[in-house]
T-cell receptor, first 116, second 112 residues
Framework: KAGVTQTPRYLIKTRGQQVTLSCSPI?????VSWYQQTPGQGLQFLFE???????NKGNFPGRFSGRQFSNSRSEMNVSTLELGDSALYLC???????????????FGSGTRLTVV | KQEVTQIPAALSVPEGENLVLNCSFT??????LQWFRQDPGKGLTSLLL?????REQTSGRLNASLDKSSGRSTLYIAASQPGDSATYLC???????????FGKGITLSVRP
């Protein structure tokens, strides 16, 4: 069965631009979470969506936003990019909050964003 | 606030050695704990998931244990191989509706 698909794999943007990343969860998974990974901070939670609703949000500025569509696919958007936004952005899918104990999370391969 | 610690940050061992990777967490009220592997520049691969009611899980040469009362989990790797070289991350789920909290990971190098 197909895993979690993130596109694009690599992205280079200029400061001030905006970017949109996409994540398609495993079929049947309705929850999508986003994480930012940097060498200094490790993995930091951005937000989680379930049934097109944001359920949890991390401590990131409003420039970071996301949404989920009716087919469970999710996008995250970063506006007015800064050099510090350079990171690996990882998406994770799970069935639903209530069943997470049995199945855990499945992560995608990530999108490497470089801001120059 | 749940905090997850993995020490040391890096480890180098000769091939064939049995080794233990440690993970500690500050709040024992967890829903489950998951161990991941990450190769350089890649995503996370789930290795083992231990539910709060379980004490250990095994998969091949890997065995993970959980001691909630002491806030510790260990990942045991038997007969290590160069292909085991990667970063190993421990993540705790505090509640069913919570977010995963990760440690910073342990970068393992297995020397041929």
């Amino acid at each position: 069965k197909a895993g979690v698909t993130q596109t694009p794999r690599y992205l280079i943007k200029t400061r001030g631009q905006q970017v949109t990343l996409s994540c398609s969860p495993i079929s049947g998974h309705r929850s999508v979470s986003w994480y930012q990974q940097t060498p200094g901070q490790g993995l930091q939670f951005l937000f989680e969506y379930f049934s097109e609703t944001q359920r949890n949000k991390g401590n990131f500025p409003g420039r970071f936003s996301g949404r989920q569509f009716s087919n469970s696919r999710s996008e995250m958007n970063v506006s007015t990019l800064e050099l510090g936004d350079s990171a690996l952005y990882l998406c994770a899918s799970s069935r639903a909050p209530g069943s997470r104990g049995e199945n855990g999370y499945t992560f995608g391969s990530g999108t490497r964003l470089t801001v120059v | 606030k749940q905090e997850v610690t993995q020490i040391p940050a890096a480890l180098s061992v000769p091939e064939g050695e049995n080794l233990v990777l440690n993970c500690s967490f500050t709040d024992s009220a967890i829903y489950n704990l998951q161990w991941f592997r990450q190769d350089p520049g890649k995503g996370l691969t789930s290795l083992l998931l231990i539910q709060s009611s379980q004490r250990e899980q095994t998969s091949g040469r890997l065995n993970a244990s959980l001691d909630k009362s002491s806030g510790r989990s260990t990942l045991y790797i038997a007969a290590s191989q160069p292909g085991d070289s990667a970063t190993y991350l421990c993540a705790v789920l505090p509640g069913a509706n919570s977010k995963l909290t990760f440690g910073k990971g342990i970068t393992l190098s297995v020397r041929p």
